[in-house]
């Protein structure tokens, strides 16, 4: 039975991080009310495993809760099968020219938004991981369960499609 | 170094993630490639508009409210007093559901450590053909790498040389894996590339000998005088099942 003590440990050091956790269900599940869901059940997780945790990252510790946690919400929803892993080692398709770096950054906030919201979920995961928490690659394949030359797989085609995406509204907003 | 390893670098480069022999080849290429350029000017571009964008959500204020209340609730005891019988059926069937998971993650977690192992074991071979870093220890004499490792680690990894039999020995590294610094032993083959990662057995190690192979690597595992073997490359797998045979001897 948990008591309080055990409570105020669990709050000092998980709750400070529930900002990040709902910034990756946010983006995750792309809805207000989803990503608090998701949040709030990856927190009773998080809660019935801490007396297990070792505890060297909190942070993402409950990050990668917050995943898994997203991705049985995700099944029970949509009685999908769980995403495959790619798992491959791929290289970026070079045959694509690199975007004009002009229009890149003509781009606006509203564009880019709906560029991220636009991508597959792994490579959504990821940017968010890297861009907005500032996360290793280490870390990043920690908390996806995937090997570090996945994660810089994804990075870069993630990056390369909000590229793409970005320029070519660019280009049609400036016609 | 060519157009295409650079590109394969460059988010590696631009993310602060590559190690200075890295990040000095890929300037030096940036310096002479105007194409490579712009593609480092547009992972810097992506970046400073992600940075400024202001796309991070706030959480709401009721959030961490609603957090800490939920877990009262599931766990009484922990908070707040005076919970009725519904609670305390609520609580039976957690604990049920706990109990029933607790079996199941056990079980899974020895796989889950395999896996981890297998895609570390990926991951460095990977990452030692990346980076150009794939010996500390440059030579095909047993006699130099061996004792190279000396000091470095606390047991003394085999070397042994089979120029003879068409495979060289290039060098040595030390790598880390299963949670320990391991020595790399790294072989040639033609234009592959094969690295043989050594490390003392622990005992609730995996032991069985076998071959998988992962992400288009093959891999090969065996254990020998108390050492764990793990040998990996692109090479096929009746070529590496030659190298470990010839290993073993």
Redo the contacts between chains.
């Keep these: 039975?948990?008591?309080?003590n055990?409570?105020a440990a669990?709050?000092e050091a998980v709750?400070p991080h529930?900002?990040t956790a709902?910034?990756l269900a946010?983006?995750l599940t792309r809805n207000?009310q989803d990503?608090?869901d998701v949040?709030?059940e990856a927190?009773?997780r998080a809660?019935?495993y801490w007396k297990g945790f070792s505890g060297r990252d909190c942070r993402s510790w409950l990050l990668a809760i917050v995943r898994n946690t997203y991705y049985s919400w995700l099944r029970q929803r949509s009685d999908q099968p769980e995403l495959t892993e790619d798992?491959?080692?791929d290289?970026?398709d070079?045959s694509t020219p690199?975007?004009e770096?002009l229009l890149?950054?003509n781009?606006d906030?509203e564009m880019?938004?709906s560029a991220?919201e636009d991508l597959r979920v792994e490579f959504r995961e990821v940017?968010v991981l890297?861009?907005?928490e500032g996360l290793?690659?280490k870390e990043i394949?920690d908390i996806s369960d995937?090997?570090?030359?996945t994660v810089?797989s994804r990075?870069?085609r993630a990056?390369k499609q909000?590229?793409i995406y970005?320029t070519n509204s660019s280009a049609r907003n400036s016609l | 170094m060519t157009?295409?390893d650079t590109?394969?670098l460059?988010?590696?480069y631009v993310?602060g993630?590559l190690d200075s022999a890295g990040s000095l080849s890929v300037e030096n290429h940036v310096q002479q490639c105007a194409?490579c350029l712009?593609?480092m000017?547009?992972?810097r571009?992506?970046?400073s508009?992600?940075?400024n964008?202001?796309?991070?959500?706030?959480?709401?204020r009721h959030?961490?409210r609603?957090?800490?209340a939920?877990?009262?609730a599931?766990?009484p005891?922990?908070?707040s007093p005076l919970f009725g019988w519904r609670w305390a059926s609520a609580l039976a069937s957690v604990v049920v559901i706990?109990a029933l998971t607790w079996g199941v993650t056990t079980q899974w977690r020895r796989s889950s450590e395999e896996t981890l192992l297998f895609?570390?074991i990926?991951?460095s071979h990977?990452?030692s053909m990346m980076a150009n870093h794939i010996t500390d220890v440059s030579s095909s004499d047993s006699h130099t790498v061996k004792p190279w490792f000396g000091g470095k680690l606390d047991y003394s990894p085999p070397a042994k040389d089979l120029t003879g039999q068409g495979f060289r020995l290039i060098g040595g590294r030390l790598d880390y894996l299963d949670n320990r610094p391991v020595a790399a032993l790294v072989y040639q083959r033609s234009q592959h590339f094969i690295n043989l990662f050594v490390w003392p057995v622990r005992t609730t190690e995996i032991t069985q000998d076998g071959q998988l192979s992962?992400?288009?690597y093959n891999i090969i595992h065996w254990t020998q005088s108390g050492m764990t073997y793990w040998l990996i490359s692109d090479l096929n797998p009746a070529e590496l099942s030659e190298c470990a045979r010839l290993l073993k001897e």
């Design positions: 039975m948990p008591d309080q055990e409570l669990f709050n709750l529930l900002g709902y910034n946010r983006w207000d990503a608090e949040v709030q927190s009773l809660f019935k798992g491959e080692v290289n970026v070079d690199s975007p770096t890149l950054q781009a906030r880019l938004r991220l940017i890297r861009e907005m290793s690659y394949a995937v090997p570090i030359g810089m990075l870069a990056r909000l590229q970005l | 157009c295409k590109r394969n460059l988010n590696a993310d993630e194409s712009s593609g000017e547009n992972l571009a992506l970046a508009l992600i940075e964008g202001a796309l991070r959500f706030n959480a709401s959030l961490k609603n957090v800490q939920a877990i009262r599931a766990n005891g922990a908070g706990v895609n570390n990926v991951s990977v990452r992962r992400q288009g």
